[in-house]
C-alpha cells in the first residue's frame, strides 16, 4: 500500500502539470503563427509603447514646469 504523500506521486503530479504548461505554450505558439492572432499582438505591443510614451512626455515636461522664477520688475524675488 503506497501512501498519499509517497515521493512518486509528487514526481507524475509535477510532469502532469510540466506536460500540461507545456501543451498550452504550443497552442498560444500555434494560434501566434496563425496571421489574426499575431497582428492582435502587435495592435496590442503599439498601444503600449504609444501609451508609455505619452506618458514620458507628460512627465517631463510635468518636471521641467514645476518651479517658477518670480520678478518683481528686475529683481529675482523666488522660486515658486
Same mark, same amino acid.
Given at each position: 500500500?503506497? =501512501?498519499? =504523500?509517497?515521493i512518486?506521486?509528487?514526481?507524475?503530479? *509535477?510532469? @502532469?502539470?510540466?506536460?500540461?504548461? @507545456?501543451?498550452?505554450l504550443?497552442?498560444? *505558439?500555434?494560434?501566434?503563427s496563425?496571421?489574426?492572432?499575431?497582428?492582435? %499582438? @502587435?495592435? %496590442?505591443?503599439? @498601444?503600449?509603447?504609444?501609451?508609455?510614451?505619452?506618458?514620458?512626455?507628460?512627465?517631463?515636461?510635468e518636471? #521641467?514646469? #514645476?518651479?517658477?522664477?518670480?520678478?518683481?520688475g528686475? =529683481?529675482? %524675488?523666488?522660486?515658486?
Amino acid at each position: 500500500m503506497d =501512501e498519499p =504523500e509517497h515521493i512518486n506521486s509528487k514526481k507524475s503530479n *509535477l510532469s @502532469l502539470k510540466i506536460n500540461k504548461k @507545456l501543451n498550452d505554450l504550443k497552442d498560444f *505558439l500555434d494560434k501566434i503563427s496563425k496571421g489574426q492572432t499575431l497582428n492582435k %499582438v @502587435l495592435i %496590442v505591443c503599439t @498601444l503600449i509603447v504609444i501609451v508609455g510614451s505619452v506618458f514620458a512626455v507628460y512627465k517631463i515636461n510635468e518636471i #521641467r514646469t #514645476r518651479a517658477f522664477t518670480v520678478y518683481f520688475g528686475d =529683481e529675482v %524675488v523666488g522660486t515658486t
